[in-house]
């Protein structure tokens, strides 16, 4: 059974920092792309960032770049988004997500998702 | 990385035919056929409904049905039922090698 899994979260003050892991299983992690999408309180969906299938390059949306970043340990078959500089405005509900299709690019038709975890930023 | 562009709200009758439409550009919609279409009720993750334009993950029902035209995405769902009410939302792959979501759409059965 595949099951994605989140962690971390939480509150952090403006200019803080904060880590999100992903653990997945029921599923060989290395050829899937891997995606973290966000959706700020009673907002739409927001692609953050992704990693290919194989984890060899890292992409992101021009809102977080420069302050976050995404990695693999596929020894842990874990997704992590660490964030930095954190903002009022990525306050949100933080979802990683699994593609549905093996070697792909981005994941973005995402079939598996974690449960959510909210970050928010706040004084 | 401008989101896409849905309509704010859609409604139907049961058993009727509803269609979302998604536009976006020639650096996104209009360049591949890789868009996706999700359903997302009020707490929950986003659901998969429709994935490369046209084609239905396993146990999605058939009464949902993806396009596209040019820039233009659509997402029909024929035979309206209540359950449907919820957020729908598209995407699609850009040629900056990113993903961008549309606005979303609130799709009401009456």
């Known amino acids: 059974e595949v099951q994605v899994v989140q962690s971390g979260g939480g509150l952090v003050q403006p200019g803080g920092s904060l880590r999100l892991s992903c653990v997945a299983s029921?599923?060989?992690?290395?050829?899937?792309?891997m995606s973290w999408v966000r959706q700020a309180p009673g907002r739409g969906l927001e692609w953050v960032s992704g990693?290919?299938?194989?984890?060899?390059?890292?992409y992101y949306a021009d809102s977080v770049k420069g302050r976050f970043t995404i990695s693999t340990d596929n020894s842990k078959n874990t997704l992590y988004l660490q964030m930095h500089s954190l903002r009022v405005d990525d306050t949100a509900v933080y979802y990683c997500a699994k593609d549905i299709i093996s070697g792909r690019l981005v994941a973005g038709s995402c079939d598996y998702w974690g449960q959510g975890t909210l970050v928010t930023v706040s004084s | 990385q401008s989101a896409l562009t849905q309509p704010a709200s859609v409604s139907g009758s049961p058993g009727q035919s509803i269609t979302i439409s998604c536009t976006g550009t020639s650096s996104d919609i209009g360049a591949y056929n890789y868009v996706s279409w999700y359903l997302q009720h009020p707490g929950k993750a986003p659901k998969l409904l429709i994935y490369d334009v046209a084609n239905r993950p396993s146990g999605i029902s058939n009464r949902f049905s993806g396009s596209k035209s040019g820039n233009t995405a659509s997402l029909t769902i024929s035979g309206l039922q209540a359950e449907d009410e919820a957020d729908y939302y598209c995407?699609?792959?850009?040629?900056?090698?990113?993903?961008?979501f549309g606005g979303g759409t609130k799709l009401t059965v009456l």
């Open positions: 990693v290919p299938a194989g984890g060899d390059y890292t």
């Open positions: 995407g699609s792959f850009t040629s900056s090698g990113t993903w961008v």
């Open positions: 029921g599923f060989t992690f290395t050829n899937y792309a």
